[in-house]
């Protein structure tokens, strides 16, 4: 938008004592306020704002206006102070419909009435009042057509998987594209400020996001950063500082305590499991409580002994040594200062913000530093010039252990297993060996070889080092008041440095330098730190010319953009490992024997690893041509139309095939402004949009020729090549048809507003596994183009204000409906096994959801044994193996979707006298997950209990009460897969969370100093407040091992 | 004035612009011809074809174990049979044809077809490449002469397992190995018959033969003498002996350096060194549990048969809760596959005597079995009857080159002479045997090569 700024003078009028002042009334973006009711407090004499929103009045010096308008904040303001800045800023209501007038599509401004596409702005209350340590996370709940797929997440801190209107392809990346000021950001998205952004827009359809290409497939997230209020000078600042629950382990049900386990060791034991382990020549290491019955069973200890013994040991309970000395509660803290200057020529901000958060996990810990500057120049009339500078710094420590992460004989722990002793001393742990072994291991002139799990986290060193600073330039040339010429310039450095670090100390270094030594005590791996560098330097850089014509005439309205634009992207890693590091003289060995196979102990022979080295250059560019048209006509009807070619260095692509052009039309028509249709007049608001268009994907594993890798042979130390894909010479890239109808509307009142999209997406040329024959002599994945994938959804937004008085009550209501299908793939009869046990990876099949739930059907339990059962042969039976090798994919039970088909959130605010009340509850419906229980086989072969174990058939008759089945001392996988993978362990999906909770207070007494100012306490992951699972599981992270973890923080924000 | 400004302004800014976009118009190509990653080639030079050959991976390591799993040099005790991982080679080991490979894949089929189709890939890009000068043309001949090499034993190896013996009489009826011979991974090729397979061989072979250098200082890449070797064993197991021997003479005038056993230590964990003078080409088969040395016992009667005296006794067997394996040319655990002189000599005795040519034959044996034997202990009491000379060559031929996957392709070719017929038998919880010449010696096709291609079952 474009606009000039008039002001007037002040004239004294001398005579009366009497100023005649003249002001402007503006809002936030230096739009005047027309019919704006300004009160002179002495007479109580009212006077308008004119369309300009300026007045004149006469008035005593020592008097005081008061400001109204509605939708914006009240302001009091003596005279004196009008005279000094004569513009006069109001603040809109902080809860009115958020009805934004511009929207900023990364390549242009458009006014949202002429939009005719699908376009979200986060309402920037919401988003501004939620506590946020990275941009993307604090929008969850606040779009329409977003979901946060966690079913990955094994705790609260690991990434999602952001999906935008359903998943539109298969192998190629899911994710929105993520745009920051105007370029695709590349980045880590913890580098970018959160208390720094001004707005973020979703860009959902074709006629929005084809703008974008080749890219824009799964729809656009820009972001843009926030910019220095008009003439004047403000300073910010932000204090956060709040906790995080620690780690529930007592959540995980996959457990088994230590009497239950205890008793299935002597089971075991029994029957001789631990025979071929005891008398095996590589000394595996036996449990504590396997090691007693040894000692029973050989006489050295009596009954009494091993009774007392036991008792001891089952009294244990590792949860909680682990959950007292390997986490903690969490500390976030977040500082955030920020400066803006401006006057009519230049625009500057800058912001500082850093974060210290102390994990959950002990040793864990997260710095980060941001730093921002954003400048805008104008120059004159015609040239404006800007310049950005970004730079983060995130310091990331790993060295915690984690309850998952024990793993003593590379099991999970056992149940009873202790960190510490009676004297709360860190204690030995069985690890890799015998005790008996290794006890010795000393005398016989080995290292010590045990192993203490506290003392050994202190001995390992994992940390990174990310330092990242983004560069834009650009410059802005106004040639005629319709016509500019855009030149941007983006730069970006980023490096990570990674140390992953074996002191000499640790039981890793001591296992194998103990491994190696042989009979004559000389050790053949050195004793020394074994440190891992993992440097990743990526750089890039875009650059875009754009010119930008705008005209209007009488009742025409053109916009048009059009341009160029090169992209760049590289990254090189280097990894390299050294052995026999002395970290005080920085000496290492070099030039070990890798070829040799040594003797090891406690037998056989190996060969010393080589250390890792790995040097990787990679380049990605880009070559784009694209066009924007809006026309308007009337102020009524808006048609747009946008085209857009993309080229890439895509690897092997025959250079005629490297483009791909993409286009998309749409028009839209506003009802409201229909004079014959006046039943409308209540809207200010109402618009009819219609836009079709294709977006693009590209994945960078296809090629069409034959390509290779370069390896150093082992063997003969040569250069060799390994074929990575024999190539297909009809690659194309993936294209996405997307066809959005909807409706936005608000009221002239401002209390009611939204939106209501209707899409259709259909992913055609997608690229999909091919198998084929061996014989070919390619064995991988073999991708071709050819599958297809259909989204079909619904977005709703209704956002309504039902009361607005000094008590105010704001409520926003978002419904997605999606439903994803296989239209079109190739049927895979014999990978029948990886459609009930995968349900996190695709397994497309035509007619069905990307993401399916499969299970086998479940024919109960034997009554005489407690075996599952299952047919073969036309008998029920136990013949696992045989059944689960006959099934055909019509055998298996259909549930639906793994991905929420519907989800949405209501978010309702609160406010009166200064004190606001926010909380969001989202829901997801219409999905199923697996829930996990008890295996056999991975209880008995790596400790993995689960409580239904508790449950188990026991004798004849409990198949009536139970469906668990009777324990299998010899492990039988395709049995307990039998079990495990049956429909009774698929749950409906269906819940309902709160999600967050702000209260927001503006004390009075503060604002005598500062302009404004706000204490607000957050509350994330409240939890779940129903669902439909009885087993207490959290179906979006079904596998995750403790549940998601509140956190509490406490943020007082300033502004000066 | 004002105008004037703006006239200027624009123009200069059109230029700017339409310079800019010509620019990135004209080296578009250029820009986007660069390489998205460095290690990743399209491989079109004589240096990336060399080190598609050179991935030792593919070409010399892998090869398929079943040829001992199913032989008669080892055998298993219950237990380790039981906690054999690959049911595959659970099934080999019984000689059964099972439903096993209806749902799944071979990796010994897989692996040899990658290999095929490497070859193909060079042998095509090496056709298309015109060398600029002579050094460039002498390295373009040797790499084609390697990838007909690499072809012909993959091939070897193949027709070993998947399709039955050569037989003069039968080898143009009875079904060989689907030949591929291009790199279009789309193309669907049915199977050949017998003969065909083997002429592949041969005439990869005898190409390969004008092109291979005479040495290398890499035992992993082919040379004269390995492709002379190579094609006396195959000669060998055609039953064309005068070939066989006319090959192993050519190959032994360029190299028939020994290993004098008695130079060795036998206390070391692996006595014989890899790369050793004897090896002509290395190969190996696949490094699996399934016959490592803790697993996989010596049959006792072939252990017995060596003498005392005899040097191979001590360097290739070790007692550890029964007789074990460690005389690997590998010099380690992995079991060596590869061709190397003594097995050349064998090759040339057994010929020359089947050719009438007792005298040298016994020359030969003698050359080989000094070797062997400590220091004065050999006797050269050679008889000098065919028969049982005959008798004695194929005796030391088994002993010499036990577990080097000779093994089952001597019981697959000698079978067929009722004289040295052999039944094999297997104990577990219940008795197994393989009569000779059973259709048992050929493994099934892997069922997802049927169910892709179409091609006949064995």
């Not at chain 1, 014999?830 to 024919?859: Q, R």
Request: net charge neutral; aromatic share 12%.
């Amino acid at each position: 938008m474009f606009y000039s700024i008039i002001f007037f003078g002040i004239l004294h009028a001398q005579e009366t004592g009497l100023l005649n002042i003249q002001c402007q009334i503006l809002d936030r973006k230096e739009r005047p306020i027309s019919n704006a009711t300004i009160t002179i407090n002495s007479n109580k004499q009212r006077i308008f704002s004119d369309d300009n929103g300026s007045f004149s009045i006469l008035i005593n010096m020592s008097d005081t206006l008061e400001i109204k308008k509605l939708g914006y904040q009240i302001k009091k303001l003596p005279v004196s102070s009008v005279l000094n800045h004569k513009l006069i800023y109001l603040n809109e209501d902080a809860i009115d419909i958020e009805e934004v007038e511009v929207i900023n599509t990364g390549y242009q401004f458009v006014d949202k009435w002429r939009s005719t596409g699908a376009v979200k702005r986060i309402n920037k209350e919401s988003y501004e009042n939620r506590f946020k340590f990275n941009a993307i996370d604090a929008i969850e709940g606040l779009s329409a057509g977003l979901n946060f797929d966690r079913r990955n997440n094994s705790s609260t801190n690991d990434r999602h998987t952001l999906q935008l209107r359903g998943i539109g392809s298969i192998f190629s990346d899911q994710r929105p594209l993520i745009v920051l000021n105007n370029f695709p950001f590349e980045g880590d998205i913890n580098d970018i400020n959160p208390n720094d952004i001004d707005n973020i827009v979703i860009l959902k359809d074709a006629s929005s996001a084809s703008i974008w290409g080749a890219r824009a497939s799964n729809g656009v997230i820009v972001i843009t950063s926030k910019r220095a209020a008009q003439n004047k000078v403000s300073v910010n600042f932000n204090l956060s500082q709040g906790i995080q629950e620690k780690q529930d382990l007592y959540y995980n049900p996959s457990f088994l305590t230590s009497s239950e386990f205890l008793k299935l060791e002597e089971d075991l034991f029994k029957i001789g499991h631990f025979n071929s382990a005891e008398n095996n020549l590589t000394n595996p290491a036996l449990t504590p409580g396997v090691e007693l019955m040894i000692l029973k069973r050989d006489g050295l200890i009596d009954q009494n002994t091993y009774e007392f013994e036991l008792k001891k040991l089952s009294e244990q309970d590792i949860r909680k040594d682990a959950t007292k000395y390997l986490y903690r509660n969490g500390w976030n803290q977040q500082y955030n200062f920020g400066i803006g200057v401006s006057n009519n020529n230049v625009n500057s901000s800058f912001s500082l913000g850093y974060d210290n958060v102390d994990e959950t996990l002990q040793n864990q810990n997260k710095k980060r530093i941001l730093f921002s500057s954003n400048n805008d120049f104008k120059l004159n009339s015609i040239l404006n010039l800007a310049l950005n500078v970004n730079y983060s710094n995130r310091i990331n420590r790993n060295n915690g252990l984690r309850f998952e992460n024990i793993r003593p004989q590379s099991k999970v722990v056992y149940p009873y297993a202790s960190l510490v002793d009676s004297n709360g001393d860190p204690v030995q742990m069985i690890k890799d060996y015998r005790l008996s072994y290794i006890g010795n291991s000393v005398d016989n002139g080995l290292l010590d070889w045990a192993y203490v799990p506290l003392t050994d986290r202190n001995f390992t060193n994992d940390t990174y080092d990310n330092k990242r600073l983004t560069m834009d330039i650009s410059a802005g040339l106004k040639v005629t008041s319709d016509l500019k010429f855009d030149i941007k310039y983006q730069f970006f450095y980023d490096e990570k440095l990674g140390i992953y670090e074996y002191e000499k100390e640790s039981y890793y270094v001591r296992n194998l330098v103990n491994r190696f030594t042989d009979s004559q005590g000389k050790r053949v791996f050195p004793f020394g730190n074994i440190r891992t560098y993992d440097d990743n330097y990526s750089k890039g850089y875009s650059a875009r010319l754009q010119v930008n014509y705008d005209k209007s005439l009488d009742d025409h309205l053109i916009s048009a953009i059009g341009g160029s634009e090169i992209r760049q992207y590289s990254l090189d890693r280097k990894v390299s490992q050294i052995y026999g590091l002395d970290d005080e003289v920085l000496t290492h060995n070099i030039g070990l024997d890798y070829t040799t196979y040594f003797p090891t102990n406690p037998n056989g022979s190996e060969r010393i690893r080589v250390p890792e080295s790995t040097l990787n250059s990679k380049i990605d560019r880009y070559l784009s041509y694209f066009g924007n048209i809006l026309y308007t006509y009337k102020s009524k009807y808006n048609l747009s139309a946008s085209a857009r070619w993309d080229a890439s260095n895509l690897f092997g692509v025959k250079t005629n095939q490297k483009g791909v052009p993409l286009w998309s039309i749409g028009s839209s028509w506003l009802l409201n402004k229909e004079d014959y249709l006046s039943i409308y007049d209540i809207f200010s608001d109402l618009r009819l949009k219609i836009s079709y268009g294709f977006n693009g994907n590209i994945n960078n594993q296809a090629t069409a020729y034959p390509t290779a890798s370069y390896y150093v042979d082992y063997i003969t130390s040569l250069p060799n090549a390994t074929i990575l894909n024999p190539g297909n010479p009809e690659l194309r890239w993936e294209k996405i048809g997307i066809f959005n109808s909807g409706i936005d509307f608000s009221l002239k009142n401002k209390r009611i507003g939204g939106s209501i999209d209707a899409y259709f997406k259909t992913s055609d040329d997608l690229l999909g596994n091919y198998e084929l024959d061996p014989t070919s002599g390619y064995n991988g994945i073999y991708l071709i183009n050819y599958a297809s994938v259909k989204n079909k959804g619904l977005d709703v937004e209704l956002n309504i204000i039902p009361i607005k008085k000094s008590f105010a009550w704001r409520s926003d209501f978002i419904l997605s409906y999606v439903k994803n299908e296989v239209i079109k793939y190739e049927k895979f009869d014999d990978n029948i096994n990886s459609l009930y046990s995968a349900w996190l990876y695709p397994v497309p099949i035509e007619g069905l959801p990307l993401y399916n739930t499969f299970a086998l059907p479940w024919f109960g339990l034997d009554n005489e044994t407690g075996n599952p059962l299952v047919p073969f042969d036309g008998e029920m039976g136990t013949r696992y193996t045989e059944y689960l090798n006959s099934l055909k994919i019509n055998d298996l039970k259909n549930f639906g979707s793994a991905i929420p088909t519907w989800t949405g959130s209501l978010r309702n605010s609160i406010s009166f006298k200064g004190v606001s009340v926010a909380a969001t509850i989202t829901w997801k419906t219409g999905y199923y997950f697996r829930r996990p229980s008890i295996s056999y086989s991975e209880l008995i072969s790596n400790n993995r209990g689960h409580i239904d174990f508790l449950n188990r058939w026991k004798s004849p008759g409990d198949e009536i009460k139970t469906q668990v089945p009777s324990i299998s001392l010899i492990s039988n996988t395709s049995r307990d897969l039998v079990y495990n993978q049956s429909e009774l362990m698929i749950e409906k999906g269906d819940h309902i969370r709160l999600n967050d909770v702000q209260i927001i207070w503006q004390p009075r007494i503060l604002s005598k100093f500062l302009n404004s100012s706000q204490l607000i306490f957050h509350a994330n992951n409240l939890g779940i407040i129903w669902r439909a699972n009885n087993a207490n599981i959290d179906p979006d992270m079904p596998n995750a091992m403790y549940p998601l973890q509140k956190q509490f923080m406490l943020t007082f924000k300033t502004t000066l | 004035m004002i105008h004037n400004k703006f006239k200027i302004a624009f123009f200069v800014s059109f230029s700017f612009f339409s310079s800019i976009v010509l620019l990135t118009l004209s080296c578009s190509e250029e820009f986007l011809d660069i390489k998205p990653d460095k290690q990743m080639v399209v491989p079109r030079q004589l240096k990336d074809l060399r080190a598609l050959l050179d991935n030792t991976m593919k070409m010399n390591i892998s090869m398929p174990y079943f040829v001992e799993v199913a032989a008669d040099d080892m055998y298993f005790n219950l237990n380790s049979y039981t906690t054999l991982t690959s049911e595959e080679a659970k099934l080999a080991y019984i000689w059964e044809s099972s439903p096993y490979y209806n749902n799944n894949s071979s990796t010994a089929w897989n692996a040899r077809y990658e290999q095929i189709f490497y070859c193909n890939l060079v042998l095509e890009a090496v056709e298309k490449y015109n060398p600029s000068n002579k050094l460039e043309e002498k390295e373009r001949n040797e790499i084609k002469g390697s990838a007909l090499f690499y072809r012909a034993w993959a091939y070897w190896q193949l027709a070993q397992l998947f399709c039955g013996p050569y037989k003069i009489d039968s080898s143009n009826t009875e079904l060989g190995l689907p030949l591929r011979l291009t790199s279009n991974i789309n193309e669907i090729v049915n199977r050949s018959s017998i003969s065909d397979t083997w002429g592949q061989m041969l005439l990869d072979l005898n190409q390969s033969m004008e092109l291979v250098p005479k040495s290398s200082e890499w035992k992993t890449r082919p040379t004269l003498p390995s492709v002379f070797s190579f094609l006396s064993r195959v000669y060998l197991a055609m039953g064309e002996y005068e070939k066989s021997s006319n090959m192993a003479e050519k190959c032994l005038e360029l190299n028939d350096s020994l290993l004098n056993y008695a130079n060795m230590n036998s206390s070391k964990s692996y006595p014989i060194d890899k790369f050793n003078v004897e090896v002509l080409f290395h190969s190996v088969m696949a490094s699996t549990v399934t016959i490592r040395e803790t697993r996989l016992n010596v049959d006792t009667i072939l252990y017995n048969s060596y003498d005392q005296s005899d040097l191979r006794k001590i360097c290739y067997f070790y007692h550890n809760n029964g007789i074990r394996y460690k005389g690997s040319y590998n010099g380690d655990r992995d079991f060596f596959c590869g061709l190397s002189t003594s097995e050349t000599l064998l090759n040339l005795a057994e010929s020359e005597l089947r050719l009438g040519n007792i005298s040298s034959s016994v020359q030969i044996m003698d050359k080989l079995l000094s070797n062997r034997y400590s220091t004065n202990e050999y006797k050269k009491n050679l008889t000098d009857n065919a028969e049982q000379l005959l008798q004695f060559i194929l005796k030391e031929r088994r002993k010499e080159l036990v577990f080097r996957g000779i093994r089952w392709f001597d019981l697959r070719r000698l079978n067929q002479d009722p004289r040295f017929s052999k039944t094999l038998t297997r104990k577990l919880d219940k008795e197994y045997s393989l009569s000779p010449n059973s259709p048992k010696y050929v493994l099934p096709i892997p069922q997802n090569v049927i169910d892709k291609s179409g091609i006949v079952q064995n």
